[in-house]
């Protein structure tokens, strides 16, 4: 994902010279299906041709063994040269820089252009696109949507009638009032008052919305990606990579670093920012911060006494203590490739690629992603059950066990309903925590 909008560079720089080909080699068995891929397709903005290799016969073919890996092909069809993993910009533009120049020397480059049709051209236009989380604030009766591929958030009643929408829907990072300002891809979202927080994934930084005076501006982050891994530092000096999800506590921002595979924590009141869990080393391993493996968690919440995360790239769901050591430790989950659909206690349990959750009354609710499931966990016996969905991706409403979502990335309870951001489908969905009878929220637009 980090290589997309570097690609998106590339393309514009080298319109002439340079053709891009995607090689979709799924891990996980919900992104071999070929309608998923191209959901991603659209959510990502991805404009060149990708080939599903559903059976791994061009991974083998290639000799890839890494995600992500770059073929570099010259005019005549022949592989010179590969990069394993992720590669900074400038590296990447002189390499392509050098081959544009030699073969276009030795005239070999045919610089007519490219045409495609877009999948985005077959969609219609929608009031939401790819919302990612939702936060539910029962005390002020507020809803907050990530509108993330619309690059705003919107504010809403739980019923449904909008009352705001924050930024201008265009892709940067500008602060400013509601109008001016600019996301990119935002996610995750905290609430303390009447300030909202917000992760803003693909412009790597925390941005704050001053819901009373309509403001939104930057606390932390450079708006670039941090190549290297560091141990944190003040506000807007600090580079961060891909914050996905916000949790609240005395005083402090707890952050899901998806692309440093940490969870980090933001000092509101110096703006100090440091790693909290994790080495930065991928994997699922407990312990204390330094020594413990993170792997994407793209979802936390906290109860007050402990944080709760889950960890996508594992399908665990795991927690960290909220003291300085940030000792992790794994509820559910195994190791990165095992994953699954089963219900169960402990290790028996298989959940695939799980990306929201929040903590009530002892229990964990968990925006099971690739199942298109919302499950429920207890912490302290590490049962895991089905609450919501039938795993069909789709979108039907009904009783809870019927409901069909297609990938919910995140969830929130508030004021005994669950809501749930069913981000394939565009929607809001909301379940009574008693009956679990699911509704979509029709948003009332003024």
């Not at 005239?107 to 990612?132: A, T, V, Y």
Request: charged share 25%.
């Amino acid at each position: 994902m980090h290589l997309f909008p570097q690609l998106r560079k590339l393309e514009q720089k080298y319109a002439g010279e340079l053709a891009v080909v995607g090689v979709h080699s799924a891990k996980f068995d919900a992104e071999r299906a070929t309608s998923n891929v191209r959901q991603a397709i659209l959510r990502y903005g991805i404009e060149y041709p990708v080939a599903n290799d559903r059976e791994f016969a061009l991974w083998k073919r290639y000799g890839v063994r890494a995600w992500p890996t770059l073929m570099f092909v010259d005019p005549k069809g022949r592989v010179i040269g590969r990069h394993e993993g992720e590669i900074p910009f400038e590296d990447f533009d002189r390499v392509i820089g050098e081959m544009v120049r030699e073969f276009d020397d030795a005239g070999l480059i045919d610089h007519r252009p490219l045409k495609f049709k877009l999948e985005r051209e077959n969609e219609m236009d929608r009031p939401l696109s790819f919302p990612g989380k939702v936060l539910a604030d029962a005390r002020s009766g507020r809803l907050f949507i990530a509108d993330s591929n619309h690059n705003r958030l919107v504010i809403a009643s739980l019923g449904g009638k909008v009352l705001d929408v924050v930024g201008s829907g265009e892709a940067g990072l500008s602060d400013g009032d509601y109008g001016q300002a600019r996301f990119n891809g935002p996610q995750g979202m905290a609430l303390s008052g009447n300030t909202l927080y917000v992760a803003d994934t693909e412009n790597h930084a925390i941005r704050e919305v001053d819901i009373a005076n309509q403001n939104v501006k930057t606390l932390a982050g450079t708006g670039e990606q941090a190549v290297t891994f560091h141990d944190g530092g003040v506000g807007t000096e600090t580079p961060l990579n891909s914050p996905w999800d916000l949790a609240f506590h005395d005083g402090a921002l707890y952050v899901a670093m998806a692309g440093f595979h940490q969870l980090w924590r933001l000092d509101l009141t110096t703006l100090a920012m440091r790693p909290h869990a994790g080495s930065g080393r991928e994997g699922i391993v407990d312990g204390p911060q330094k020594s413990a493996e993170l792997a994407q968690p793209c979802g936390i919440a906290t109860d007050g006494a402990r944080l709760y995360f889950a960890d996508s790239e594992t399908s665990s769901i795991r927690t960290a203590a909220l003291d300085g050591a940030g000792r992790v430790e794994t509820i559910v989950g195994l190791d990165l490739f095992t994953f699954g659909d089963v219900d169960g206690v402990g290790d028996r349990v298989r959940l695939q690629h799980t990306q929201g959750i929040d903590a009530l009354d002892g229990t964990l609710y968990i925006a099971d992603t690739y199942n298109n499931k919302v499950k429920r966990i207890s912490p302290d016996t590490r049962e895991s059950t089905t609450y919501l969905g039938s795993g069909r991706p789709g979108h039907r409403d009904g009783p809870g066990e019927l409901a069909e979502f297609h990938e919910p990335g995140g969830l929130s309870i508030a004021g005994g309903l669950l809501y749930v951001a069913d981000t394939n489908n565009h929607a809001i969905r909301v379940a009574d925590l008693d009956t679990r009878e699911v509704i979509t929220l029709e948003l009332a637009w003024t």
